[in-house]
């Protein structure tokens, strides 16, 4: 599939899990794609205390996979939450990769708390990589995108960002803001021709699930049933998605010129609008 071809791409947190499905399926699409990566989240919240995230080590082997396909890739180290970060992996797609098409603010973080006992500090560190860091990556992405005919914005939402749960009430609240950012982007940007579009994954097994199976879990329940319970409760269509369903849609997204303002559920039915 060569429908992406001379197209651009940057996936923030796209070293593994939804953000790596999405970067491999733009370069089967056609694309080169730059990476931006932590190496570590810079917060003593919950579980990134002392937890290695993908980290840049990760965002080049996803490279080396780009590069076997034929495409160009870069990994450009990068905390959204950062201004200065955001502006360099900007710059360094388009020094590297000749310009930017397709912007995809993927990276993102979750912790469990009831709302009772949740720590200012979970709460900031939610908001800034969830909300801040998609403000920032789509202001310093701007000004290039602007420059290319049929360039388009990719924010990973969540179900969490059109329903709520309990124990995500803060993860919840930064998805939603993630839609309507999206919503009102999208009609800011549409003379300029950017369009701006949001996709809601339902439950994928990525790093981030291996860590919510086990702090959602009911007392005496194993990591395995209390995903098993999630999947088999929540999920019409009776199967969890993969990063490969959510690559599919961004593809979609990142070709179909007169779709814009959506925030699409790749989710299996749990959410029905
Ligand atoms: N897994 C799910 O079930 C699910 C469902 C709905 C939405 N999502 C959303 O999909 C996105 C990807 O999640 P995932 O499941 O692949 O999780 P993941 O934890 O496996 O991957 C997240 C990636 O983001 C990176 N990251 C974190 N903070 C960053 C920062 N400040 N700057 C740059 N990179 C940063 C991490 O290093 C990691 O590589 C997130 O926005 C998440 O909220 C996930």
């Not at 329903?163 to 609240?173: E, I, L, M, R, S």
């Not at 969890?240 to 007169?258: C, F, K």
């Amino acid at each position: 599939m060569t429908q992406l071809a001379g197209k651009v791409a940057l996936v923030t947190g796209g070293a593994r899990g939804i953000g790596r499905g999405i970067a491999l399926a733009l370069a089967e699409a056609g694309a080169d794609v730059a990476i931006a990566e932590v190496e570590r989240v810079a917060s003593a919240a919950q579980q990134y205390r002392d937890a290695a995230l993908g980290g840049f080590t990760l965002a080049q082997q996803t490279v080396r996979e780009i590069t076997a396909l034929g495409r160009k890739a870069i990994a450009v180290q990068a905390d959204v939450a950062r201004r200065a970060d955001t502006l360099r992996m900007v710059h360094d797609t388009v020094d590297e990769l000749g310009g930017l098409d397709v912007l995809v603010c993927n990276a993102g973080v979750v912790s469990v708390s009831p709302v009772a006992s949740l720590t200012e500090e979970a709460w900031d560190l939610t908001m800034a990589v969830n909300v801040k860091g998609v403000f920032l990556s789509c202001q310093a992405a701007i000004p290039e995108l602007a420059k290319r005919r049929g360039a388009s914005i990719i924010n990973i939402a969540s179900v969490a960002g059109k329903n709520g749960f309990p124990g995500v009430a803060h993860y919840c609240a930064s998805k939603f803001a993630v839609v309507g950012f999206t919503s009102s982007l999208a009609k800011e940007l549409a003379a300029a021709g950017i369009r701006v579009n949001a996709i809601c994954p339902g439950i994928l097994r990525t790093q981030m699930w291996e860590y919510l199976a086990e702090a959602m879990g009911d007392s005496g329940e194993s990591k395995e049933e209390t995903w098993q319970r999630y999947v088999k409760g929540l999920i019409p269509l009776g199967r969890p998605q993969t990063p490969q369903d959510i690559g599919q849609l961004a593809v979609y997204l990142a070709a179909a010129e007169n779709v814009t303002g959506q925030a699409i559920n790749v989710d299996g039915g749990i959410e029905l609008h």
